[in-house]
């Protein structure tokens, strides 16, 4: 089929165009910025398109040739008045749906009772966008669902922004009533593919969700379960509001205000399915996702995709729920960096081997001291210590043992990534990179990174920061040095 995405630079649309491309349909991306798109994988499989909601006419010529259109666009965020704006937004896309005569329009909206009173704004908005998506002559496919469990998802975001750096929580009464239910994005995908289904006539609603129903504290105490962080002590107090509240979030998480309130605010209401058959039927064979698995892809990693490695072994990685290049920033958890350059007059060959050289008896180059008294304190509270050293003073292979680092990845003369395996509050890796800049002059970047886990990693990162800044620097002097004798010596 011929597909339209609206909202294909968001969360879900991003993950739905590969997800359509993989089941053989032809892929029209709508986007007021098309250039947002410009550093996606799948960019090449797709065309693109630009239009906005708010303009007609851009959507009218955007729609021709279309048999479906997505519509994952909200306007919360951007706008206190998001309720309006999403109004206009859905008129002008069943108005251009009808002229141009496209054959089904899907959205995915929010669960929640269908009373506009009992609901927050934004849940109440989300449902309004549906009914006025499904009052023309184009059949509506409206799904709705809760929190979607999957980096780089606003809830989610959240969520894991909480329990990460609060160890103690003095919540709202509600969060430990309210239930929900939550999904996986793999799930979500799913169905929005399978509501294409061009058998089923009519318009139609379905309720989407996964196998559990818990309380936002239930979630939360699982969350820090499956990330291996300490239990989480979670006090419900009737004084807190969903204003105050979000003002705290603000605080203490990265996400914009203007999206964490109304997200808030709607944790106030029940968001379960209350009709199980027909998202049953949708589902066919397909059986939806745990909440603890979701996590565990969803925790599969990091904003900077070339760090490879995940902290949860078992999480398969590029999945729906791992982070995406055009996610926003405040999405796929934190990653703490020191990056360091220096020019050299070495060969890229002399840096690589001085690079991949270091550590065993060659030493760290700077206060090898300090570095044997951290391998001691590893050796105390059970790590693998520094007395491993090297298998050759020279050469490394992926998977070798360095001191209390391994070999990740190994590309002479360009990268050498080691993860570090001594016992840490996170995961972390030293990096090297050999690049010529502009000029054409070698340049050695030094990238030590950390992922903090919960406010344990944090303090450790910020409490050693100044002795590690100047381990590193010394370090990175040291390499260029030694790089520069090869040199000569070559
Ligand atoms: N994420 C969740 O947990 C969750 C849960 C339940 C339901 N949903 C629903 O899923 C849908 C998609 O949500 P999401 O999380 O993917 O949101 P998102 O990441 O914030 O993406 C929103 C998308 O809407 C686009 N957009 C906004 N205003 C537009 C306009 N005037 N014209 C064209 N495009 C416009 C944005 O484009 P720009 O890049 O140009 O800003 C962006 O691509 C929404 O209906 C939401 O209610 C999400």
């Not at 914009?256 to 058959?277: H, Q």
């Amino acid at each position: 089929m011929n597909v339209g995405i609206i909202g294909a630079t968001g969360y879900v649309g991003g993950r739905l165009a590969p997800a359509l491309l993989a089941a053989g349909h032809r892929v029209r991306c709508l986007a007021r910025t098309p250039s947002r798109l410009d550093g996606v994988p799948w960019r090449a499989g797709v065309e693109v398109v630009k239009a906005d909601v708010l303009d007609g006419a851009s959507l009218s010529q955007a729609f021709e040739g279309l048999d479906a259109v997505y519509y994952l666009v909200h306007a919360m965020g951007h706008t206190q008045d998001f309720e309006r704006v999403d109004r206009t937004g859905a008129q002008n896309t069943r108005t251009a749906a009808e002229k141009a005569g496209v054959g089904r329009l899907v959205y995915l909206g929010g669960l929640g009772v269908d009373d506009p009173r009992a609901l927050s704004h934004h849940l109440a908005s989300r449902h309004e966008v549906g009914r006025i998506l499904g009052s023309g002559t184009v059949p509506l496919t409206e799904l709705r669902a809760a929190v979607i469990i999957g980096s780089g998802s606003a809830s989610f975001e959240m969520l894991r922004h909480l329990v990460e750096v609060l160890p103690v929580m003095v919540c709202p009464r509600w969060v430990t009533r309210t239930r929900c239910q939550p999904i996986a994005i793999a799930d979500v995908l799913h169905c929005l593919v399978a509501a294409l289904d061009s058998s089923a006539a009519g318009s139609r609603r379905i309720e989407i969700g996964g196998p559990d129903i818990l309380t936002y504290e239930e979630m939360m105490r699982r969350y820090a379960a499956v990330a291996g962080l300490r239990s989480r002590l979670i006090v419900g107090v009737p004084v807190l509001t969903p204003r105050l509240s979000s003002h705290w979030l603000n605080l203490v998480t990265p996400l914009p205000i203007g999206l964490a309130r109304p997200l808030v605010d709607s944790l106030r209401n029940d968001v379960v399915v209350s009709d199980p058959s027909p998202l049953a039927a949708l589902l066919g064979s397909y059986r939806p996702t745990p909440f603890d698995d979701a996590l565990r892809r969803a925790l599969s990693h990091i904003q900077d995709l070339d760090v490879s490695t995940s902290w949860i072994d078992s999480a398969p990685r590029g999945t729906a729920a791992s982070p995406m290049p055009q996610d926003p920033d405040w999405a796929g958890g934190t990653v703490l960096a020191d990056v360091r350059t220096m020019r050299t007059s070495a060969s890229p060959e002399a840096v690589f081997a001085a690079v991949s050289g270091v550590g065993g008896a060659r030493g760290w180059y700077f206060a090898n001291w300090l570095w044997a008294a951290r391998g001691w304190i590893d050796k105390l509270l059970g790590g693998v210590g520094m007395r491993r050293g090297r298998r050759h003073p020279d050469e490394l292979r992926v998977g070798d043992a360095l001191d209390f680092f391994r070999v990740e990845v190994c590309e002479p003369p360009r990268l050498l990534r080691l993860r570090a395996e001594m016992k840490l509050p996170g995961q972390a890796w030293l990096e090297w990179r050999v690049q010529r800049d502009e000029g054409g002059a070698v340049v050695l970047q030094q990238s030590a990174r950390f992922h903090p886990r919960g406010v344990a990693g944090r303090l450790y990162w910020w409490l050693l920061w100044l002795p590690h800044a100047i381990i590193w620097r010394r370090l990175l002097a040291g390499l260029v040095r030694a790089a520069q004798e090869r040199s000569k010596e070559t």
